[in-house]
C-alpha cells in the first residue's frame, strides 16, 4: 500500500468550543504514543473520511503537523449514536520498529453450502482477531473462506485462519471457534437473546454521556498542561 497522509493542524479550540469546529466541517482530534507529548489537533472531515475509507484502522497513516509527520493508527471515533457524525478522532503514534498489539477484523468471504441449500445458517462468534506485529505488517482484515461449510455442527477455529505467521503473532486462543453452522432455529434464538431493544437504547444514552464527559476531560487535563496516552483499544483523553 502507498503511503497515505493526512494534513492536520494544532487546535487552540478546546472544550465545548470545539462544536464551533464541527460547523465548519472540521473534526477535533488528538495524537498521542508512547514518550510522546499528545497534541490537541483539527482536520477537515472531509480528508478524514477520505483516509479512513482507504486505511481503515489497520493502516498506517502519516499525520502530519505543520513540518512534522508522525506514523499513526486511526485509535479511536468517536460518534454521535443518533446520527453517526463524527465528533473526534484519537490517532496512536506508533514507532515502525517496534511491534505493537492490535485488533483486526474477521470477514467472510465466498458462499456457505448450508445456507445456501437452507439446512443451517452461520453464526460468527468472534468478529476480531488479537495480533501483534511491526505497524506496516498488520494485515487489514482476517479473511475466512466459507464455501466448504456444508453441514450443521461444522466450525471454523483460530487455527484454521490464514494469517503470516513470520509477521503475525495471533494472541488468541488456537481452539476459539470463530464461526459454526448452526440449526436456523437455534440461531435465531441466540439472536433474540443478545441484544434487546432496551439495550440498544441504553448504549445510544451511555454514548451520549461519555461525549459530554470526553469534552469535560479534555478541559480538565489542558489546564494541567499534559495529557496521559492510553492503552491501545482503552479509552485515551478526549478532545
Do not use: C, W
Not at 511491534?99 to 453450502?113: A, C, D, N, Q
Amino acid at each position: 500500500m502507498d503511503k497515505v497522509s493526512v494534513n492536520t493542524e494544532e487546535r487552540k479550540v478546546l472544550g465545548k468550543k470545539v462544536k464551533s469546529l464541527r460547523k465548519e466541517g472540521k473534526i477535533p482530534a488528538n495524537i498521542f504514543g508512547k514518550d510522546f507529548k499528545s497534541k490537541s489537533l483539527q482536520l477537515e472531515e472531509a480528508d478524514f473520511r477520505k483516509v479512513f475509507k482507504e486505511v481503515g484502522e489497520t493502516g498506517v497513516v502519516d499525520v502530519k503537523v505543520g513540518k512534522e509527520a508522525y506514523p499513526a493508527l486511526i485509535h479511536k471515533i468517536q460518534l454521535e449514536p443518533r446520527t453517526d457524525s463524527i465528533l473526534h478522532v484519537d490517532f496512536h503514534k506508533v514507532n515502525l520498529k517496534e511491534k505493537i498489539t492490535t485488533h483486526v477484523p474477521i470477514v467472510t468471504e465466498g458462499e456457505s453450502p448450508a445456507e445456501k441449500s437452507g439446512i443451517g445458517l452461520l453464526l460468527q462468534t468472534i468478529n476480531e482477531l488479537e495480533i501483534e506485529s511491526l505497524p506496516t505488517d498488520i494485515p487489514h482484515e482476517i479473511k475466512i473462506d466459507v464455501s466448504k461449510l456444508g453441514e450443521v455442527g461444522q466450525s471454523i477455529h483460530i487455527k484454521d485462519l490464514k494469517v503470516d505467521k513470520d509477521k503475525v503473532e495471533v494472541k488468541n486462543d488456537p481452539e476459539e471457534t470463530v464461526i459454526t453452522v448452526q440449526i436456523a432455529e437455534m440461531k435465531e434464538k441466540v439472536e433474540e437473546t443478545t441484544v434487546s431493544p432496551e439495550e440498544v437504547e441504553a448504549t445510544k444514552e451511555k454514548g451520549e454521556e461519555e461525549g459530554a464527559e470526553g469534552e469535560k476531560e479534555e478541559g480538565k487535563e489542558e489546564a494541567k498542561g499534559e495529557e496521559k496516552p492510553a492503552e491501545a483499544k482503552e479509552e485515551n483523553p478526549a478532545e
